[in-house]
């Protein structure tokens, strides 16, 4: 990652700190825009940072189990909006926000078993910034309309589509697809997932690019 950019990052974390408060910053943006690239580099950051504790909570942790997309019928849209527990998630912001518990639990994905586990990630009382990612954090309908409202900041994550998609197969690939494969499921659901995630991008309060 580019280090002008993520000094010009940190320093904007910086003066969201300085009131002394807990923090929620949300990174939002297309699959393979580079998020969980940019809440990795923030966290160690302030990991070590005298008063500050930090962790990322991602948004992916809130996938529907796969028992349950086959049931509805949504295992070829798997990624897509209709798929996440949009509810749930606004439900643990609530309580980050809140602050006032000695420890939250969330949930984490995990590609290898492309399953959520819950309980996975901890936020304990002392954490001031709390980094939430995930492609639907901007999206202004139905429960996730209640995002927004919970961040301090939201930035867009943003990239070249062409680097981005490239990102995207050998990441498809990395977890067992063919590249025949991963660019089928990158023509017939990532793609359609980032054209909602675009019209997003206007209620951000920061676009980050990461080319």
């Not at 690239?37 to 529907?64: N, W, Y």
């Not at 209709?82 to 926000?97: C, I, N, P, S």
């Not at 998609?165 to 025949?180: A, D, I, K, T, Y």
Request: glycine share 10%; with cysteine.
């Amino acid at each position: 990652m580019d280090k002008n950019l993520l000094d010009e990052c940190r320093l904007r974390v910086q003066r969201l700190l300085a009131d002394g408060r807990r923090v929620i910053l949300g990174l939002a943006g297309c699959p393979g825009a580079g998020k969980s690239t940019l809440a990795a580099a923030l966290q160690r950051e302030f990991a070590g940072v005298i008063g500050v504790k930090s962790q990322v909570v991602p948004m992916d942790g809130f996938h529907l189990a796969n028992s349950e997309l086959q049931r509805l019928g949504f295992q070829a849209r798997k990624g897509a909006l209709h798929t996440f527990d949009g509810a749930g998630y606004v439900a643990l912001l609530r309580r980050l926000r809140a602050a006032d518990e000695a420890v939250v639990y969330a949930p984490e994905y995990r590609r290898e078993i492309e399953e959520g586990v819950a309980g996975a990630i901890a936020v304990f009382a002392e954490t001031r910034l709390v980094i939430t990612e995930g492609n639907y954090l901007l999206v202004d309908e139905g429960p996730w309309a209640a995002v927004r409202p919970l961040l301090d900041e939201a930035w867009f994550v943003d990239v070249d589509d062409t680097l981005r998609n490239e990102r995207l197969v050998g990441r498809h690939m990395q977890f067992g697809r063919s590249r025949e494969a991963a660019l089928a499921w990158i023509a017939g659901n990532d793609g359609l997932n980032a054209e909602v995630i675009l019209r997003t991008q206007r209620r951000a309060d920061l676009v980050v690019r990461m080319d």
